[in-house]
């Protein structure tokens, strides 16, 4: 258990935080993410990351949907430097790149 500081000062009690996440963890998290699974990949704790956001000074953007929050995963990565893979890549056509349809309407 740690103190941790708040966007009020230090937390007068010790709070537990949970390990981070290693790179696999963090590349494997969807677009979108809850506030506590943010907290544990910047390695903040849970209600340390609440009260940065009621502060507005969470390091990335932020979605409010009501009362639920959301936090992009991409902006994470940015600031913890981590680019993710490029989404472009992906299996590669076969070397006879002629279509299906192509093919039956050759004939």
């Not at 258990?1 to 963890?25: I, S, Y």
């Amino acid at each position: 258990m740690a103190d941790h500081a708040t966007a009020r000062g230090r937390c007068r009690h010790p709070v537990a935080v949970e390990p981070g996440m290693d790179r696999e963890e963090l590349l494997a998290l969807p677009a979108v993410v809850d506030v506590a699974v943010a907290a544990r990949a910047l390695n903040f704790s849970r209600t340390g990351a609440y009260e940065l956001i009621r502060a507005g000074q969470w390091p990335t953007p932020v979605f409010r949907l009501g009362r639920l929050i959301r936090i992009p995963t991409a902006p994470i990565l940015a600031l913890l430097g981590i680019e993710p893979p490029d989404a472009t890549t992906g299996p590669k056509p076969a070397a006879d790149s002629t279509s299906r349809t192509d093919r039956r309407n050759a004939g």
